[in-house]
T-cell receptor, first 116, second 113 residues
Framework: DAGVIQSPRHEVTEMGQEVTLRCKPI?????LFWYRQTMMRGLELLIY????????DSGMPEDRFSAKMPNASFSTLKIQPSEPRDSAVYFC??????????????FGQGTRLTVV | GDSVTQMEGPVTLSEEAFLTINCTYT??????LFWYVQYPGEGLQLLLK?????DKGSNKGFEATYRKETTSFHLEKGSVQVSDSAVYFC????????????FGQGTRLTINP
């Protein structure tokens, strides 16, 4: 398996524009997570899905952020409209429930977003 | 809420030195504990983990022991290499079956030859 695949790797956009980040989890994984990494706040969980259903979106900063998982192999994180303070590295991760035990989360390489 | 506190960085050592990166946590239940490593330009990779008190996680010469009495999970390595230069994150996960991770702030480690 190629691992968790995120696209694009880098995105530069102007303030006010819509930005869509994409993630393909590892096949067979039933949990998908979106994290944001900034110098000021470190790594924060934004939202996670289980079997394509959003379970906890309490980390989503505001209504400008939305995430979807239309099927088991694809998820998007959308920011509309984008603002300079959204500049960060966004990571997607996936994992699976194995015999009731916490299993390893596998991370993608991240999308570096710059909003100018 | 749950939280993880790591030793402030950056940390700079010479090759073959002994490494300790301190990590303490606050949690309401009995979390699983993890160390993740992030190499430049890469995503996070699991380095080691421990799921219950007194467990020792180990990988690539790194070790950490789950200490419930001191709520700690310090990372150690006896002899570091230049290739160990990276950012190290301590993390916990409370929810059974889901890797809903709470991360520390990360510690940047640089090893000089």
């Amino acid at each position: 398996d190629a691992g968790v695949i995120q696209s694009p790797r880098h995105e530069v956009t102007e303030m006010g524009q819509e930005v869509t980040l994409r993630c393909k989890p590892i096949s067979g994984h039933d949990y998908l997570f979106w994290y944001r990494q900034t110098m000021m706040r470190g790594l924060e969980l934004l939202i996670y899905f289980n079997n394509n259903v959003p379970i906890d979106d309490s980390g989503m900063p505001e209504d400008r952020f939305s995430a979807k998982m239309p099927n088991a192999s694809f998820s998007t994180l959308k920011i509309q409209p984008s603002e300079p303070r959204d500049s960060a590295v966004y990571f997607c991760a996936s994992s699976f429930l194995g015999r009731g035990m916490n299993t390893e989360a596998f991370f993608g390489q991240g999308t570096r977003l710059t909003v100018v | 809420g749950d939280s993880v506190t790591q030793m402030e960085g950056p940390v700079t050592l010479s090759e073959e030195a002994f490494l300790t990166i301190n990590c303490t946590y606050t949690a309401t239940g009995y979390p699983s504990l993890f160390w993740y490593v992030q190499y430049p330009g890469e995503g996070l990779q699991l380095l080691l983990k421990a799921t219950k008190a007194d467990d020792k996680g180990s990988n690539k010469g790194f070790e950490a022991t789950y200490r419930k009495e001191t709520t700690s999970f310090h990372l150690e390595k006896g002899s570091v290499q230049v290739s160990d230069s990276a950012v190290y994150f301590c993390a916990l996960s409370e929810i059974q079956g889901a890797q809903k991770l709470v991360f520390g702030q990360g510690t940047r480690l640089t090893i000089n030859p």
